[in-house]
C-alpha cells in the first residue's frame, strides 16, 4: 500500500503556502526544490523515499498551489525562504529535527537554513546545488517571465549570497553533496567551476562528501532517480546508528 499524503494550505506573513506530508513515520525530510520549481519536481523520488521516511513537500510563495503571489516585485531572498518554511513546518506540527533535501537553488535556501536554525537539522542532501561562491556569470538561462516567482527568485540571488555568508557557522551534521557533470552545450565551459564549487560544497561540513553523478544533467532527481533515493537512505540510516549510539 502506497503511503498515504495528506495536503493542507497554512498563511505565512500574508501568504498561502501549500504543503504535502506523505507517511506517518521514519525521519522527517523535507525538500526544497530549485528555481521556480513547484514540488513536482520530486515526483521521481517522492513516494519511494515515503515508504521510510515522512516526506515534506511544499510549494514556495507563486509557485504550484501557493498562488496567487501575494507580494509582487519584491526579490525573493534566501532569508526570507528559511524564514516561511521554518513557520510552515512549525504550523504544520512537524518537529525537529529534519533531513533537508535541496535541489539546485533549493539548495542555496537549505544551507541557510541549516546555518540559521542548526539545531533543527539532522543531515543534508545537496543536488547540484548552487553556491554562495558562484560567479555571477552562472545563472539560468531560462527565459524567465518579469514578476514570476521564478523571476523575482533570480533577482534575490546576490543578496542571498550575503545572507548566507553571514548566517553563521553551518552544522556539523551529515553532509552529502551529489554533482552533476552535463550542465548542457552553454555551460561546457564552466565544468570545471561547477565542480570545484560541489567540492567546496562538501566540506562545509566535516561530516560531508561527494558523490559524482556521471553523466547527469542538472536535474538529478530526474536524472538520477535511485541514486537520490539511495543517498537519502543513506543518510537516514547513518543518523539513526548514530542516535542509536548515544
Known amino acids: 500500500m ?46 519511494a523515499v515515503a515508504r521510510f521516511a515522512r516526506v515534506v513537500l511544499y510549494d514556495r510563495a507563486g509557485l504550484g498551489k501557493s498562488l496567487p503571489l501575494a507580494r509582487t516585485g519584491a526579490p525573493v531572498t534566501a532569508a526570507n525562504v528559511a524564514a516561511s518554511l521554518h513557520l510552515l513546518l512549525k504550523k504544520a506540527g512537524l518537529r525537529p529535527p529534519f533531513i533537508l533535501v535541496g535541489h539546485s537553488l533549493g539548495g542555496f535556501y537549505v544551507q541557510r537554513f541549516a546555518r540559521r536554525y542548526p539545531r533543527e537539522v539532522a543531515g543534508i542532501v545537496l543536488l547540484d546545488a548552487s553556491s554562495p561562491d558562484a560567479p555571477a556569470a552562472l545563472k539560468t538561462r531560462a527565459r524567465l517571465e518579469p514578476g514570476s516567482a521564478a523571476s523575482l527568485e533570480e533577482a534575490g540571488v546576490a543578496a542571498s549570497n550575503e545572507q548566507v555568508k553571514r548566517a553563521g557557522p553551518f552544522p556539523a551534521v551529515p553532509l552529502t553533496v551529489v554533482a552533476a557533470t552535463d550542465h548542457g552545450s552553454f555551460f561546457r565551459s564552466w565544468e570545471p567551476v561547477l565542480m570545484r564549487l560541489q567540492r567546496g560544497l562538501a566540506k562545509l561540513s566535516p561530516k560531508g562528501r561527494l558523490i559524482v553523478a556521471q553523466g547527469s544533467g542538472h536535474d538529478v532527481q530526474a536524472d538520477r532517480p535511485a541514486l537520490v533515493i539511495s543517498v537519502i537512505r543513506a543518510m537516514a540510516r547513518e543518523i539513526a546508528a548514530a542516535d542509536k549510539k548515544e
Not at 498563511?11 to 520549481?37: C, K, Y
Open 2 to 47: 502506497a503511503p498515504v499524503a495528506r495536503d493542507a494550505v497554512f498563511a505565512i506573513d500574508g501568504q498561502n503556502l501549500h504543503i504535502r506530508i506523505i507517511g506517518n513515520s521514519g525521519p522527517t525530510i523535507v525538500f526544497e526544490a530549485g528555481l521556480g520549481n513547484d514540488m513536482a519536481t520530486w515526483r521521481p523520488v517522492a513516494q
